[in-house]
């Protein structure tokens, strides 16, 4: 019984961890997005 509830707790600790990995790389692909729409004003702002 005992191993059975430690064996469910670690299964439950890396779902999270997997969920939190998939959460920090949305957000870093979020970011990356960002930078590159913000790159054509950059050129845009030095051709003029």
Known sequence: KEH???LDY???L???ES???AER???EMELM???VRQIPTL???YSQ
């Open 4 to 6: 059975a509830r430690d």
């Open 10 to 12: 670690r299964a439950t």
């Open 14 to 16: 890396r779902r999270d």
């Open 19 to 21: 969920r939190e990995q």
């Open 25 to 27: 790389h949305r957000l």
């Open 33 to 35: 997005l960002n930078r």
């Open 43 to 45: 050129f845009e702002r």
